[in-house]
Every structure is written in C-alpha cells, then in structure tokens.
C-alpha cells in the first residue's frame, strides 16, 4: 500500500497494489527476505516460510530506476546500443539488470535499464554509498536518469528529508538552469 505523509502528519492514500512491485528489493535488503522466492513457493502451493512477528528491519536501502530517458527532455525514451556497461559493486550495492556491452534498447518498450539498490546502517549512510554506485556506473553512449539521480544524492534539501511531490519538477527546474 502506498501512502503520501503531509507536514501535519497525516496520511493520504495513493494506491494498493497486490503484486511484487519494481521497489521490492528495498524491502528484501531490510529483511534480509527473499521476496520472489517467497511469492513462487507459495504460487507453488507451499506455506509460507516465516510470519509476520519473523519480519525485522534493519537499516535503510535507497533504489534508483536507471532509465534510458532525457529527463531534461521531458524523460524522452533514448533508445540505442550500449557500447560501454560498467556496473557498480561492493558492500552496501545492488545491482538488478539485463543489460551488458552490446545491449540494444529497444525503442518500444520500458526503458528501465537497472534498479540500483545501496543499504547503510543509516540514511545518510545508503544515500553516501548510493553516490558511490552512481559515480560508478557508466552506461554509454545513452543518455539516461543517472545524473538527476547525482543531482538528487547531492542536494542538501534531499538529505535532511525535505521533499514533497513537486520535489521532482523542482530539481528537473535547477537541472534547466545549470
């Protein structure tokens, strides 16, 4: 289920969805639960492995949805070969794709190219190994989500939480002028 929390503290209801959504590997590297493996055991008809009193969470994971978009060109698709695929790893990183070296994008369907997920024992922690990763990753000759999401990381409004549903424009705004 999905909520929007305004400054008073009050809740407004976006949407429920009752399938395994993109953003599910946030949840799985907080529990430690493996989601999918869970879904199609019991799509198998096998009972679930844990209850709900088994669900601790531990740490903060951010996710990034590195599209093959112009984000200062309205997110216009950029459908093309890859020629240059590096990915970010180590501690702290995540990385769910289908693409390498060679790739095609094809013009027609979802752009999304990777979910890159950080953890951190803190916020400020998922959100300085998410800087790392970004840095990392390097997609070319596509032009991609990947610097707003610099932009974002880098902003201190980001960082102390102070963000609201025109967060977005606002930033896409600032990009405009630099």
């Given amino acids: 289920m999905e909520f929007l929390l305004d400054k008073n503290g009050l809740f407004y209801f976006i949407e429920m969805n009752t399938r395994i959504q993109v953003e599910h590997p946030v949840t799985e590297m907080v529990t430690g639960i493996d989601l999918i493996k869970e879904q ?27 599209n ?8 216009a698709p950029c459908p093309g070969r890859i020629t240059q695929c590096q990915l970010p790893g180590g501690p702290g990183v995540r990385v769910d ?6 790739y095609e994008v094809p013009a027609y369907y979802d752009s999304l190219l990777a979910k890159l997920i950080t953890t951190g024992r803190t916020r400020q922690d998922a959100i300085r190994t998410m800087q790392r990763a970004l840095d ?3 997609l070319e000759p596509l032009r ?12 201190p409004t980001f960082w102390r939480g102070q963000i609201a549903t025109d967060y977005i424009d606002r930033q896409l705004e600032l990009g405009e002028r630099d």
Avoid: M, Y
């Fill in 68 to 75: 093959a978009e112009d984000p200062a060109n309205a997110f």
């Fill in 136 to 138: 990392e990753c390097l």
């Fill in 144 to 155: 991609t989500t990947i610097p707003l999401h610099k932009q974002i990381f880098s902003d």
């Fill in 40 to 66: 199609i055991r019991v799509a198998a008809g096998e009972p679930l492995t844990l209850k709900q009193d088994d669900v601790a969470l531990e740490g903060w994971a951010i996710e990034c949805r590195i």
């Fill in 97 to 102: 794709t289908h693409i390498f070296a060679g």
